[in-house]
């Protein structure tokens, strides 16, 4: 596809609009109409032109042999995101009327819409920010009210946060395999085995480092998570070492919630769940994904169906009374009915949280290096559509949402939870709500100003290996928290 920006600048933006409608496709950019087209070359020209008081944003796509063009007029405007949204409303009207594809999120490509959608109640009240949504971003009458329940949802835990607070990532960036849709920095543990203990050393190291800072700051701990990759995927005596430097570092009196992904049922026995339960964890996440084999086959899961179901029997007599279930829509191989019966087995259990996902052919999965777009990704709209019905009618209510790019659909990922159960944490790191310290490789530092909007992160080294050899350089980096804040407090 060639991407022709004329009279703009706005590459990103355009070239995201563009994915909602050909996630996999090559996109080559362009910004001169003179550059040359290869005859079966689809061929998008996006255009701005100013005629004194007014501007028109220009859209005309010849795919595949269908040709279609619209304009959006407007005032000249200095604002930015008004350019933006009136080239994005054409680039939406044209390649619709050409793909026959109607985007339920309209014009919006970013991760967080119910964060939007809280904005605009905040400046313009609950009816204008929906209305909003619905006339100026395209977006659909259903993902509207999607976008309006999750923020209201997420009022009451935000409410819950003060200035001092922060909470607490961990990263274990290792699991049994990989999956085929999977673009997460993690190993195998067969891959990686000669560097997990000195993984656990360096990260036991960094904890009681971050503690530390965060008693020198007179941070307060609202939450921590365990993620990855797969927590669970360490040996129970590993899992025991960070979970004890966790209890032991920081001022869990003011902890709200304390999650450990346990995502792979594979990697879970009654040891590992004792340690958990013991270590005071008192959220976890068991995901089938699935619970078709075949389909489970498809993506290169080990466990199957049954084990899933296991061991979740397994938590709850050991006591867990919050568990989270992942599903995703889209996994190739699945069907509308069996997606269904997927939702059903999940609800039949009871789980507090069933988190809704919608795949995503990110750049470094299997699945987008073979240029594969599996056969359901044509369901997966209908998918996640018949997910909200279930759920809701279940006793389900949606409390958190992002989206990820290259999403089948454009799509979002919901979380959904029994009254009183949302996750506090999944809450605030999405919504950044306030600062995230995050320990071991592939982690992010997302510090956010006290009482302000300013957000600053710090990258920890991506790979295990790299994590080990440069664990110096990148405590040297941490630093920075410190400034941060000594900067916002003198600011103040």
């Known amino acids: 596809m060639i991407l022709f920006l004329v ?78 949204n009136s080239l994005a409303v054409a680039m939406v009207k044209v390649l619709s009327e050409i793909t026959g594809t109607v985007p339920p999120w309209g014009i919006l490509t970013g991760v967080r819409p119910s964060k939007l959608m809280r904005k605009l109640i905040s400046s313009f009240g609950e009816d204008e920010a929906q209305s909003i949504f619905s006339g100026d971003l395209l977006v659909s009458g259903g993902k509207t009210k999607l ?14 946060s003060k200035p001092e607070s922060f909470s607490l990532y961990i990263s274990i960036p290792f699991c049994p395999t990989r999956c085929s849709y999977c673009s997460f920095v993690s190993h195998s543990v067969a891959q990686a085995k000669k560097l997990i203990p000195d ?11 971050t503690a530390d ?32 430097a966790v209890n032991e570092s920081f001022d869990m009196s003011t902890c709200r919630e304390f999650t450990v992904e346990a995502g792979r049922p594979d990697t879970v026995d009654e040891k590992k769940l004792s340690v958990l339960k013991n270590a005071r964890v008192g959220r976890i996440s068991i995901n089938p994904q699935t619970f078709s084999d075949e389909v489970l086959c498809n993506i290169g899961r080990m466990h199957s169906a049954a084990e899933t179901k296991e061991k979740f029997l397994l938590a709850r007599s050991l006591g867990f009374d919050n568990i989270n279930m992942d599903l995703i829509a889209g ?9 269904k019966n997927s939702v059903e087995k999940a609800v039949s259990l009871s789980p507090e949280n069933i988190t809704v996902h919608t795949l995503a052919l990110k750049r470094a999965s299997r699945m987008s290096a073979e ?15 018949l ?21 089948l659909g454009n799509l979002e990922n919901v979380g959904w939870a029994k009254p ?12 950044e709500t306030h600062t995230v310290l995050a320990c071991g490789a592939g982690a992010v530092t997302k510090l956010r100003e006290p009482g302000g909007e300013l957000i600053e992160r710090i990258y920890n080294f991506k790979y295990p290996y790299e994590y080990i050899s440069r664990f110096a350089e990148m405590a040297e980096r941490k630093k920075h928290i410190a400034e941060f804040y000594a900067k916002g407090r003198s600011d103040g």
């Open 7 to 84: 009279g703009h600048t706005y590459k990103y933006e355009s070239e995201k609009v563009c994915r909602i409608f050909f996630p996999l496709e090559k996109i080559v950019f362009a910004d001169s109409l003179s550059f040359p087209v290869p005859e079966d070359s689809k061929k998008v020209v996006t255009e701005m032109r100013v005629r004194g008081d007014f501007t028109d944003y220009i859209c005309t796509a010849d795919i595949d042999g269908v040709r279609s063009s619209h304009t959006v007029t407007g005032r000249t405007e200095k604002e930015v995101v008004i350019e933006e």
């Open 147 to 160: 976008a309006y329940n999750v923020a209201l949802a997420e009022n009451g835990a935000i409410a819950l």
């Open 199 to 209: 993984y656990v050393r360096l990260l036991r190291g960094e904890i009681k480092q």
């Open 213 to 244: 800072l965060a008693k020198s700051l007179s941070l307060r701990l609202e939450t921590v998570y365990f993620g990855g990759g797969t927590p669970t995927s360490l040996s129970a005596e590993e899992l025991e070492t960070l979970l004890y």
């Open 331 to 339: 996994l190739t191989g699945d069907t509308l009915e069996g997606f």
């Open 371 to 385: 240029n594969e777009l599996p056969e359901s990704a044509r369901q997966t709209s209908g998918m996640v559509e």
């Open 387 to 407: 997910s909200n019905s279930l759920l809701s009618e279940n006793g389900y209510s949606p409390y958190y949402m992002y989206r990820q790019s290259k999403s």
């Open 420 to 431: 009183g159960r949302a996750c506090l944490y999944n809450i605030y790191m999405m919504e």
